[in-house]
T-cell receptor, first 117, second 112 residues
Framework: AQTVTQSQPEMSVQEAETVTLSCTYD???????LFWYKQPPSRQMILVIRQEAYKQQNATENRFSVNFQKAAKSFSLKISDSQLGDTAMYFC??????????????FGTGTRLAVRP | DGGITQSPKYLFRKEGQNVTLSCEQNLNHDAMYWYRQDPGQGLRLIYY???????QKGDIAEGYSVSREKKESFPLTVTSAQKNPTAFYLCASSWDRRNTIYFGEGSWLTVV
């Protein structure tokens, strides 16, 4: 079974600064997908970024980028130029490759990020 | 606009009653999912469906039931057998197992 661990329950960052959220996972799979989702106070889950394990290049989406270390099973999220609207709960999630049996998303427990003005 | 619509947003249930949460999507996605979220926890999978008239149990299916009679609809029934149903419920969908899962806005269920 896969597990996803987010060791930082809460974090805080000053507006316009950079913050990194940590995520580690455990799996015996070689091919899989990793995601970061954002959940603002409205509670809707919003996709931030997606990484495919077979791609060595780290995914980037505007101010959001990841540091994917496959051997270390680490998948951290870096938010640059933090904005007040980034205040939210952030979840790291894992999904097996589509050719594997089972396709559920496995979530970490989340990191609550507060951006200070 | 395309999206995933959940209703109602807030629902109160008396002990011993069954309630049904609606989930409709107009994204033409094949796969649909139901997740439950409790305070301080991530999401846990209740049921999922890859195609019409077929669905599988997730990690916490006990006390829940689903149907998938139409591609765009995947209602979730919380039965009286569910011991602790108070939670936030999220419906999601995706093209297939290769693609990203997108979520609706969620429904709050409270047992009174």
């Amino acid at each position: 079974a896969q597990t996803v661990t987010q060791s930082q329950p809460e974090m805080s960052v000053q507006e316009a600064e950079t913050v990194t959220l940590s995520c580690t996972y455990d799996t015996s799979e070689n091919n899989y997908y990793l995601f970061w989702y954002k959940q603002p106070p409205s509670r809707q889950m919003i996709l931030v970024i997606r990484q495919e394990a077979y791609k060595q290049q780290n995914a980037t989406e505007n101010r959001f980028s990841v540091n994917f270390q496959k051997a270390a099973k680490s998948f951290s999220l870096k938010i640059s130029d933090s904005q007040l609207g980034d205040t939210a709960m952030y979840f790291c999630a894992f999904m097996k490759h589509w050719k594997s049996s089972g396709d559920k998303l496995t979530f970490g427990t989340g990191t609550r990020l507060a951006v200070r003005p | 606009d395309g999206g995933i619509t959940q209703s109602p947003k807030y629902l109160f249930r008396k002990e011993g009653q069954n309630v049904t949460l609606s989930c409709e999507q107009n994204l033409n996605h094949d796969a649909m999912y139901w997740y439950r979220q409790d305070p301080g926890q991530g999401l846990r999978l209740i049921y999922y469906s890859q195609i019409v008239n077929d669905f599988q149990k997730g990690d916490i299916a006990e006390g829940y039931s689903v149907s998938r009679e139409k591609k765009e609809s995947f209602p979730l029934t919380v039965t009286s057998a569910q011991k602790n149903p108070t939670a936030f419920y999220l419906c999601a969908s995706s093209w297939d197992r290769r693609n990203t899962i997108y979520f609706g806005e969620g429904s709050w269920l409270t047992v009174v």
